[in-house]
């Protein structure tokens, strides 16, 4: 069965750094990006980028650029979020997701990604 | 930046059919999904590249898109599907998501 496993609900005070992570287990982790949504109490879902755990090549919604770090450690199967200085304002509830990408053979450049498995979701609580 | 754009809420009898709309310019010229997210739930995917369903979401779920408008529909509602819904689609090396719809069948 495809999952992905996240860590533990946190609680944080402002300005302390953070670090959740997402495993994957039955699948190769390596093939597909994997990436992570944040959702604030009763808003809607905001992608904040992707990772392709095989080259690291990592992309970042421009909201989120500069704000966050997403990495991956190959060995154990495992996707990370991190802050290096939580607001109050990060408070939320976080969502990784395998994306699968698919290049359609009659126009290989509307290729598209898309999220097919998601965590059960970490909740991060910042404040002082 | 590219949008999205979902009503916030629908509504719907139990057995009758729910459209859910997500406009954006030139849509139809990309692919759309969409997910349904139940109260304290992950979201789900339940349509990918417009209209397929992956294994194990119910054949009342149906999508399509066309121009500027992609459209999720749900026949013969069930009062299981009530959820949030939100489109998403790739542009510019981004996921853009839309704002969500919540669907009450009433």
């Known amino acids: 069965e495809v999952q992905l496993v996240q860590s533990g609900a946190e609680v944080k005070k402002p300005g302390e750094s953070l670090k959740i992570s997402c495993q994957g287990s039955g699948y190769n982790f390596t093939s597909y990006w994997i990436g992570w949504v944040r959702q604030k109490p009763g808003k809607g879902l905001e992608w904040m980028g992707i990772?392709?755990?095989?080259?690291?090549?990592?992309r970042y919604s421009p909201s989120f650029q500069g704000q966050v770090t997403i990495s991956t450690d190959t060995s154990i199967s495992t996707a990370f979020l991190q802050w290096s200085s939580l607001k109050a304002s990060d408070t939320a509830m976080y969502y990784c997701?395998?994306?699968?990408?698919?290049?359609?053979?009659?126009?290989?450049?509307?290729?598209?990604?898309?999220?097919?498995?998601w965590g059960k979701g970490t909740t991060v609580t910042v404040s002082s | 930046s590219y949008d999205l754009t979902q009503p916030p809420s629908v509504s719907v009898s139990p057995g009758q059919t729910a459209s859910i709309t997500c406009s954006g310019d030139q849509l139809g010229f990309k692919y759309v999904s969409w997910y349904q997210q139940k109260p304290g739930q992950s979201p789900v995917l339940v349509i990918y590249h417009d209209s397929k369903r992956p294994s194990g979401i119910p054949e009342r779920f149906s999508g399509s898109n066309a121009v500027n408008t992609a459209t999720l529909t749900i026949s013969g509602t069930q009062a299981m599907d009530e959820a949030d819904f939100y489109c998403q689609a790739w542009d510019s090396n981004t996921v853009v998501l839309g704002g969500g719809t919540k669907l009450t069948v009433l």
């Open positions: 990772i392709y755990p095989r080259d690291s090549d990592t």
């Open positions: 997701a395998r994306h699968s990408v698919v290049v359609p053979p009659a126009m290989p450049s509307s290729y598209y990604y898309y999220m097919d498995v």
